[in-house]
Nanobody, 124 residues
């Protein structure tokens, strides 16, 4: 069993920064090598890919809309993945979800495990 819990969301003005964290737990998670990703979703819209990182951190991938502004990283000793978000824009407003799976993918359907989400609101 794998549990994921996000934190770090909040409200910020445009141009500001936030750092999201996602802690993984469970016997399966601590014994396996999981790729991790962040997705985001507005109400009534599809869940969109934001960033992904391989289990060892050697590979990362970003959506075009966040590349150069967001950075994904992980600390496997702490079972934690981070999303540093800089130069935030109002269009970054969404619920941000952490996801985990053995495979490294860009679509929501490729991930079996999800957190409950954390709200990010960027005001202009």
């Amino acid at each position: 069993q794998v549990q994921l819990r996000e934190s770090g969301g909040g409200s910020v003005q445009a141009g500001g920064s936030l750092r999201l964290s996602c802690v993984g737990s469970g016997r399966t998670f601590t014994r396996s090598r999981y790729a991790m990703a962040w997705f985001r979703q507005d109400p009534g819209k599809e869940r969109d890919f934001v960033a992904a990182i391989s289990w060892n951190g050697d590979s990362t991938y970003y959506a075009a809309s966040v590349k150069g502004r967001f950075t994904i990283s992980r600390d496997n000793a702490e079972n934690t993945v981070f999303l540093q978000m800089n130069s935030l824009k109002p269009e970054d407003t969404a619920v941000y979800y952490c996801a985990a799976d053995h495979a490294y993918g860009l679509r929501p359907g490729e991930y079996d495990y999800w957190g409950q989400g954390t709200q990010v609101t960027v005001s202009s």
